[in-house]
């Protein structure tokens, strides 16, 4: 069984950097076709796809927020880190991790709420 | 990379069907058979229910009341039979080259 679990600040003040950390089991991300990806969700607002980690470390970004984000895998913990710079009041949101098989995020973390306020 | 257009809402009684479309471009929806669709309740994590267009996840009976389909740039989700547990807000995704991109989100209701 596939789990995942987010965790990190629940407060963070603007231009602080957000790192979270995304602890899996279930799976290898060392796996051929595997991932780890970061969705963001500001509060009654849709979904948006962040980053994403492949099993050879390949890493893509969302263009929109590139110069802002970095994942990192920690493999041999089983965890995936994001960080995200210069924070700022339209960056509160839930922000879960999923995992990614070939195509398609499957399986979700329950979130967690980061609020950017002073 | 703008979002998947969605409608923003659409309703229907119990029993009844109804279809959510979720339209991209060449560059995502109608470049790949990769488009899932997520079923999110609110103050809940998104749930897989459709991928591939039209796959159900396992186990496949618990989602044979949703199906999938794409025409071109357009992925549509339809949810026959309704019930009142389906009301929720449903977001469709599509792969696009190594990236993804998901839509605005519909948030159905069941009168």
């Known amino acids: 069984q596939i789990t995942l679990k987010e965790s990190g600040p629940t407060l963070v003040t603007p231009t602080e950097t957000l790192t979270l950390t995304c602890s899996f089991s279930?799976?290898?991300?060392?796996?051929?076709?595997?991932?780890v990806g970061w969705i963001r969700q500001p509060p009654g607002k849709a979904l948006e796809w962040l980053a994403l980690i492949f099993w050879d470390d390949y890493k893509r970004y969302s263009p929109s927020l590139k110069n802002r984000l970095s994942i990192t895998r920690d493999a041999s913990r089983d965890q995936v880190v994001l960080a995200m710079t210069n924070m700022g009041p339209v960056d509160t949101a839930t922000y879960y991790c999923?995992?990614?098989?070939?195509?398609?995020?499957?399986?979700w973390g329950l979130g967690t709420l980061v609020t950017v306020s002073s | 990379q703008s979002a998947l257009a969605q409608p923003a809402s659409v309703s229907g009684s119990p029993g009844q069907s109804i279809t959510i479309s979720c339209t991209g471009t060449?560059?995502?929806?109608?470049?790949?058979?990769?488009v899932s669709w997520f079923q999110q309740f609110a103050g809940k994590a998104p749930k897989l229910i459709i991928y591939d267009v039209n796959k159900w996840p396992w186990p496949s009976e618990n989602f044979t009341r949703f199906s999938g389909s794409k025409s071109g740039n357009t992925a549509s989700l339809t949810i026959s039979g309704l019930q009142a547990d389906d009301e929720a807000t449903y977001y469709c995704c599509s792969y696009a080259d190594a990236a993804v991109i998901f839509g605005g989100g519909t948030r159905l209701t069941v009168l």
């Open positions: 060449n560059s995502d929806v109608g470049g790949y058979d990769y």
């Open positions: 999923a995992h990614w098989d070939s195509r398609l995020f499957d399986s």
């Open positions: 279930g799976f290898s991300l060392s796996s051929s076709g595997v991932g």
